[in-house]
């Protein structure tokens, strides 16, 4: 299970900067469709559940640069998935071979790892190539780390200018993403956020406008 990872080593880390990616020298230098191989034909049978998050993790954030890869190899000046038709094509409609099963990056995400995992971290673990996503994590996940990982990155993000609270208008303004999953943010957005910052629970929330354009360096 864990020899994909081996082989993949660094992946995206030296084309990493500030949380966006250099396509362009990725794309001249990683052959990402060796990464969709090492997806494709992975074995959970004898993973255990922090193995198998780690994997399915690891493989929506490949996938997706993946295929922001390939536009961008049809289209070099590629903008993200900025209108409707954009990201129906790139989370619905492209299909993917994912340890066997064929699905695409949507219910990769909200079948696999939200329904079955129950892990509101994931959400700062996951990037879908667009400048208001969490920044892609530095290395590859894995089981013996994932636990601290997750925390880390989930600090970071709540700690960055996603989250914002204003005193004076008693308002917490947060990214867009506490929109879309507030269900897995129990009992509140306000009281999941307070757990990592000084905010108080009883607020007025705000949600920020979602950058879609492409997170590129």
């Not at 890869?69 to 619905?92: A, C, H, Q």
């Not at 996951?126 to 989930?154: I, K, Q």
């Amino acid at each position: 299970m864990s020899d994909w990872v081996t082989l993949a080593g660094d992946l995206w880390a030296p084309y990493l900067s500030a949380g966006r990616l250099d396509y362009d020298r990725l794309a001249a230098d990683v052959d990402t469709q060796a990464w969709v191989r090492w997806i494709a034909h992975a074995d959970l049978d004898r993973a255990g559940r922090d193995e198998q998050l780690a994997f399915y993790l690891n493989a929506y954030n490949l996938l997706v640069i993946h295929q922001a890869v390939r536009r961008l190899r049809r289209r070099s000046d590629w903008p993200g998935v900025l209108t409707f038709g954009d990201k129906l094509r790139f989370f619905g409609l492209e299909r993917h071979r994912v340890a066997g099963r064929a699905i695409n990056l949507y219910t990769l995400e909200n079948s696999i790892i939200r329904r079955r995992f129950r892990e509101p971290r994931i959400h700062f673990a996951l990037n879908c190539a667009s400048s208001s996503c969490p920044p892609l994590p530095e290395r590859l996940f894995v089981a013996e780390t994932l636990d601290a990982d997750l925390e880390r990155l989930t600090r970071r993000f709540l700690e960055s200018d996603a989250v914002a609270y204003n005193a004076a208008t008693h308002t917490l303004t947060v990214s867009r993403i506490f929109r879309w999953y507030r269900k897995d943010f129990q009992p509140s957005v306000p009281a999941y956020i307070a757990r990592y910052r000084d905010v108080p629970t009883d607020v007025r929330v705000v949600y920020q406008r979602y950058d879609w354009s492409l997170n590129r360096a």
